[in-house]
T-cell receptor
Framework: KQEVTQIPAALSVPEGENLVLNCSFT??????LQWFRQDPGKGLTSLLL?????REQTSGRLNASLDKSSGRSTLYIAASQPGDSATYLC?????????FGKGITLSVRP | NAGVTQTPKFQVLKTGQSMTLQCAQD?????MSWYRQDPGMGLRLIHY???????DQGEVPNGYNVSRSTTEDFPLRLLSAAPSQTSVYFC????????????FGSGTRLTVV
């Protein structure tokens, strides 16, 4: 059974800091990995998708990497802003379904 | 706008009542799935489908029923609602080729009293 872990559960940083959010998974036989953002009381917004043949993806200040052999992915956020405050979810795709981590709740202090 | 549409957005049920959460997508996606999100538990898969007429159980299927008669629709039925089913429910869809990841609906917040 695939298990996805995101540690820590919560993180508070000052504005402007570069930060890394970690995601680990137990079964390396995944096809794809997707990072989502969720604001309180809202739905899931897809941030980045890394397909199995790729090692990283970039969108603006966000960069996500995938190392299947070690069962890890990282989401790098450059020059964090208060608007980045949200919960960040990592999900691995295998056998036509997603398995989620419990998320990291990020707070960026002005 | 193309996407995944869930109805209703909010619902209050009494214990023992039944209801159907609706999910529709207009992207011709083969894959559809239902998740529930609970505090401290993250998102857990309830049921999923890889095409019309094909469904399978996820991690937490008990108390829920699904069917997939069309590509577009994937309703989730609560047979006899229990307070433990109080949760936020999300529907998602995807296609294996070309693969662009999963698209999620905006969710249904269900309270069972």
């Amino acid at each position: 059974k695939q298990e996805v872990t995101q540690i820590p559960a919560a993180l508070s940083v000052p504005e402007g800091e570069n930060l890394v959010l970690n995601c680990s998974f137990t079964d390396s036989a995944i096809y794809n990995l997707q990072w989502f953002r969720q604001d309180p009381g809202k739905g899931l917004t897809s941030l980045l998708l890394i397909q199995s043949s790729q090692r990283e993806q970039t969108s603006g200040r966000l960069n996500a990497s995938l190392d299947k052999s070690s069962g890890r992915s990282t989401l790098y956020i450059a020059a964090s802003q208060p608007g980045d405050s949200a919960t960040y979810l990592c999900a691995v795709e295998g056998n036509s379904k997603l398995t989620f981590g419990k998320g990291i709740t990020l707070s960026v202090r002005p | 706008n193309a996407g995944v549409t869930q109805t209703p957005k909010f619902q209050v049920l009494k214990t023992g009542q039944s209801m159907t959460l609706q999910c529709a997508q207009d992207m011709n996606h083969e894959y559809m799935s239902w998740y529930r999100q609970d505090p401290g538990m993250g998102l857990r898969l309830i049921h999923y489908s890889v095409g019309a007429g094909i469904t399978d159980q996820g991690e937490v299927p008990n108390g829920y029923n699904v069917s997939r008669s069309t590509t577009e629709d994937f309703p989730l039925r609560l047979l006899s609602a229990a307070p433990s089913q109080t949760s936020v429910y999300f529907c998602a869809s995807s296609t294996p080729s070309p693969y662009y990841g999963y698209t999620f609906g905006s969710g249904t917040r269900l309270t069972v009293v």
